[in-house]
């Protein structure tokens, strides 16, 4: 347990030291979501319609983007193969790096839900479910983004990859959460989608970390 | 009393198509020294990685007689650049699950030379520095076992002789260590040298 | 039994026993394909719905059948390295992840065309179509982490990895895209519903299922043969056999 909480606190200090490594994503969130109205254009009802698939897939784009700073500094100055050369369970050290990710990335994105909600014209129920839909599912993108960040670390251009990596492995999420939204819009309970997203991720926390344990010792493997 | 930490049998290893080395057999008790020389390219961080078990595609039989893994300097350092030389420090002795108090930090800062760089982030130390820093993971926990890859480099003429010295020391106290370096070693001791070519 | 498999992954004679049994597969194959294509296209009444444009199935039923056992086949040979690690097991994944995608892009490709003369547009996001591309996207994956580290030593485990992952992520992914597809098209024409067919049109499809499966696995051990030659290129069976061709 020593490690796991040392290696949250290590992330978040070394990251609140960098923090434009934490702000780009979210920025980038935020001009992906602008850049629809100026795509399709302004009408309320059009945006609202559409807003829980366009919110979603900007923040799938921005948990992608942040995910290269998994592991990639360790890698580089060589942290992670010292954490596999202390024979200390790598799987813990996945989670803790999962975790602290999600603190810095996943967490403030949920915080911006009600903003991304406010600029394509969601209902209160609207914003809540999405609000909510994106708590249930973030920890899940990064324990699965963190399997693509672990493959893909040793590469110099591995940013892109890991986008063509996991996005197939959102698909389930992206599915489920949006008709969240979309069911909540429509006055509908939301409860039986809240299990599933729970599910879902239950399902990756047990079963993620083994492949991205395993693909970090292959990184650290020349 | 030497005790066997290490016994090599025919390791041989493979990398781009070249054969780097091939059966090589050789052992470790504690109180020596391996000192492993070669060329640029000859194969000497791969054979330290291959003993540490953290380059696998290889032959032989490697075993370790040891409770805990060795402490390792490699090539990249193992420090984080966005961290104090302190809050380094305290992370290697958790990584190793090894309680390090105060007394034993501030004492290495102090062997490392680095007394007023404490709270200094490693980003605006220089390289030498850094070195020091990398290295006080050796003086701050008491780990038989050392392998280090070229700890010689970046490092100045006071580096050199703490580093000689810290060396005698951890053979005194009947510590065994692997080297990899075509630095000559000064020490009081007989030297066990591996050349690959 | 265990020994036959061990004896199994060595190259040289995965090469000496795949080079007997290539000619005769790829040959039966063919022969099996191009009867299977002709009773498919000439005999077989027209259905009643879609008429002449059924024929289409005949096409891309073994296709996507394929599409998806080819990516089982692939977690499979990745599970065999990451456990045994017999290189050869390596070797059969990094051959099969091209052909997979091939047979899912010819399994999108007539997907799509069979739609057309149905729904009128070249593409629609059907759950089979879908999670048909969906699958493409993780074939595409897995070839893209294999050249992206092609000189990397830990190349092999990783693709063995990214396939395992996608293999247990494939039934819940196929799961949540046909669950999406009800929930916007509650009344649908599925082209894939299997209504009782009649022999004249299950046993041509059978037929080109099994010659799908016969030519897939003719052009995978030509594959596997092929990179066996490059990765043992400095040994001296290799020598011989390229010297005495």
Known sequence: MNLFIASVQRDLLVHFRHPSEVLNPLVFFIVVISLFP?????????????????????????????????????????????????????????????????????????????????????????????????????????????????LTVGLPRGGLLVTILVMPLYVPVLVLATAMVQAAEAGSDTIGYVYWLLAILFGSVCLAPIATAAAVNVATDQ | MANQMLQVRNAGCERDGRQLFEDLSFSLATGELLQIVGGNGSGKSTLLRVLLGLYTDCQGDINWSVDEAPLYLGHRLGIKQSLTVIENLRWFGVLREVPVSQDRIDEAVYKLGLTGFEDSLCAHLSEGQRKRVALGQFLIMDNPCWVMDEPFSAIDADGLSFLMAILQEHLDVNGAIIISTHQPITIDRPINTLALQ | MLNWFHRLGSPKIFFEISGRWQVPLLFLSVLMLTGGAAWALLFVPPDYQQGDS????????????????????????????????IKLADVAVKCIAPLGASITFLALVTGAIWGKPTWGTWWVWDARLTSTLVLFFLYIGVIALRSAMERQAGAGRACAILALVGVVNLPVIKFSVEWWYTLHQPASFSLT?????????????????????????????????????????????VKQWLTVR
């Open chain 1, 38 to 150: 100026l795509g399709i254009g302004p009408e309320p009802g059009q945006l609202k319609e559409i807003a829980p698939g366009i919110v979603w897939v900007a923040a799938l784009l921005a948990t992608l983007m942040s995910m290269d700073s998994m592991f990639r500094s360790d890698f580089e100055d060589g942290s992670l193969e010292q954490v596999v050369l202390s024979e200390q369970s790598t799987f813990i050290f996945v989670l803790a790096k999962v975790v602290s990710h999600w603190l810095l990335s996943g967490l403030p994105l949920v915080l911006l839900m009600p903003l991304a909600a406010l600029l394509l014209f969601l209902d209160e129920a609207g914003t809540w479910a999405l609000t909510l839909s994106l708590l249930l599912v973030s920890p899940t993108l990064s324990l699965l983004g963190g399997i693509g960040a672990a």
């Open chain 3, 54 to 85: 059924v024929r289409i199935m005949y096409i891309h039923v073994p296709a996507a059948i394929l599409a998806q056992s080819g990516y089982l086949m692939m977690a499979g040979a990745a599970a065999v390295f990451l456990i045994w690690r």
């Open chain 3, 193 to 237: 519903e299997k209504p009782t067919m009649p022999v004249e049109m299950w046993l041509p499809l059978l037929i080109m299922v099994v010659a799908y499966y016969l030519f897939f696995f003719a052009i995978w051990i030509m594959r596997i043969r092929n990179e066996i030659l490059v990765r043992e290129k400095s040994t001296d069976w």
